[in-house]
C-alpha cells in the first residue's frame, strides 16, 4: 500500500506554486470586473454616461502596487496580500468628471424604413476629465428609438404636442458646464407645462416656416416668365410664326 503524504511548500517552490485546487478563489481583477459588469448595466438602464477607461486604469495601478508590496514583503507574490480594491464607482458617472461636448442626430435607416419619414436619433458626446483632446468627445449614450420617433412624427404631421423628452435628453443637462449651464439653469424655472408650450410653439414655428416656404416658391413657378428687356436703340428681335413662309 502506498502512504501518500503532503508537506508544506519551500519558498523556492512557492515562487513557480499555482493553485488550480477546486476551490481556488477569485483573483481581485476577476472580483473587479465583476462588480465593472454590473455598474456599467447599471448606470446604462439610468443612460448616464460612464467612463470605463479611468476605472480600468485605477484598478491596474492599484494592483500593481500591490503586486510590489507582496514582492518585498515575500519575494515573491502571495494571491492573498491582494485584497480587492474598495472603489468608488460614481466617480465614472459623475459630473464633477465628465462634461457634455455636443449633442448629434443620425439617420436611423432601420427604423426609417418602417415610417413614411426619416428618424434622426439623438446621441449624446461626453469627455472625461484628464482623457483626450479638449473638445472631443469618448464616450456616448443614445438616446431610446421611440422618442426619436414621436420627434420627427411631429414635425411630420404637424402635431408638436407628440413630442416627448428622452431620459437620455433629461439625464445630458446635468452635465452642462459654462454658460451652457446658466441659461439651462433658467430654463429649470419654468415648469414642465412651460416647457412643453414652448417646445410647440418651436415646432408650430417651423411648420409654418416650412408651409411658408412652399407657398412662396409655388408662387414663383405660377408666375409667367418676362422677356428680356433691350436697351434703346437695339431692336427687339422679331420671332417668326409657324407655319409656311410667304414666296
Same mark, same amino acid.
Given at each position: 500500500?502506498?502512504?501518500?503524504?503532503?508537506?508544506?511548500?519551500?519558498?523556492?517552490?512557492?515562487?513557480?506554486?499555482?493553485?488550480?485546487?477546486?476551490?481556488?478563489?477569485?483573483? %481581485?481583477?476577476?472580483?473587479? &470586473?465583476? !462588480?465593472?459588469?454590473?455598474? =456599467?448595466?447599471?448606470?446604462?438602464? #439610468? /443612460?448616464? $454616461? *460612464?467612463?470605463?477607461?479611468?476605472?480600468?486604469?485605477?484598478?491596474?495601478?492599484?494592483?500593481?502596487?500591490?503586486?510590489?508590496?507582496?514582492?518585498?514583503?515575500?519575494?515573491?507574490?502571495?494571491?492573498?496580500?491582494?485584497?480587492?480594491?474598495?472603489?468608488?464607482?460614481?466617480?465614472?458617472?459623475? %459630473?464633477?468628471?465628465?462634461? &457634455?461636448? !455636443?449633442?448629434?442626430?443620425? =439617420?436611423?435607416?432601420?427604423?426609417? #424604413? /418602417?415610417? $413614411? *419619414?426619416?428618424?434622426?436619433?439623438?446621441?449624446?458626446?461626453?469627455?472625461?476629465?484628464?482623457?483626450?483632446?479638449?473638445?472631443?468627445?469618448?464616450?456616448?449614450?443614445?438616446?431610446?428609438?421611440?422618442?426619436?420617433?414621436?420627434?420627427?412624427?411631429?414635425?411630420?404631421?404637424?402635431?408638436?404636442?407628440?413630442?416627448?423628452?428622452? &431620459?437620455? !435628453?433629461?439625464?445630458?443637462?446635468?452635465?452642462?458646464?459654462?454658460?451652457? /449651464?446658466?441659461?439651462?439653469?433658467?430654463?429649470?424655472?419654468?415648469?414642465?407645462?412651460?416647457?412643453?408650450?414652448?417646445?410647440?410653439?418651436?415646432?408650430?414655428?417651423?411648420?409654418?416656416?416650412?408651409?411658408?416656404?412652399?407657398?412662396?416658391?409655388?408662387?414663383?413657378?405660377?408666375?409667367?416668365?418676362?422677356?428680356?428687356?433691350?436697351?434703346?436703340?437695339?431692336?427687339?428681335?422679331?420671332?417668326?410664326?409657324?407655319?409656311?413662309?410667304?414666296?
Amino acid at each position: 500500500m502506498v502512504q501518500e503524504f503532503f508537506r508544506k511548500q519551500t519558498e523556492d517552490e512557492k515562487r513557480d506554486f499555482t493553485d488550480i485546487g477546486p476551490h481556488k478563489r477569485k483573483d %481581485p481583477k476577476a472580483v473587479f &470586473l465583476g !462588480e465593472l459588469s454590473k455598474k =456599467r448595466l447599471e448606470v446604462s438602464k #439610468k /443612460k448616464l $454616461p *460612464f467612463f470605463k477607461k479611468a476605472a480600468m486604469n485605477d484598478f491596474d495601478d492599484y494592483y500593481k502596487e500591490e503586486v510590489k508590496k507582496s514582492m518585498r514583503k515575500n519575494g515573491y507574490v502571495d494571491p492573498t496580500d491582494i485584497k480587492p480594491i474598495k472603489i468608488n464607482w460614481d466617480k465614472y458617472s459623475s %459630473p464633477d468628471n465628465i462634461e &457634455l461636448v !455636443e449633442v448629434t442626430e443620425v =439617420r436611423d435607416p432601420q427604423v426609417s #424604413k /418602417k415610417h $413614411p *419619414f426619416d428618424v434622426f436619433v439623438k446621441t449624446f458626446r461626453y469627455k472625461y476629465e484628464g482623457y483626450g483632446q479638449e473638445g472631443f468627445s469618448n464616450m456616448s449614450v443614445m438616446e431610446e428609438a421611440q422618442f426619436a420617433v414621436r420627434r420627427a412624427r411631429a414635425d411630420y404631421e404637424n402635431k408638436p404636442e407628440l413630442v416627448k423628452e428622452s &431620459l437620455a !435628453e433629461k439625464q445630458s443637462k446635468k452635465y452642462i458646464r459654462g454658460e451652457s /449651464k446658466e441659461e439651462e439653469e433658467v430654463e429649470q424655472d419654468i415648469t414642465e407645462e412651460e416647457a412643453d408650450e414652448r417646445e410647440a410653439n418651436r415646432l408650430i414655428g417651423t411648420c409654418l416656416s416650412k408651409a411658408k416656404a412652399k407657398e412662396e416658391a409655388d408662387a414663383k413657378a405660377e408666375e409667367p416668365t418676362s422677356f428680356p428687356t433691350f436697351p434703346k436703340g437695339i431692336e427687339k428681335p422679331k420671332v417668326k410664326p409657324k407655319g409656311k413662309s410667304k414666296k
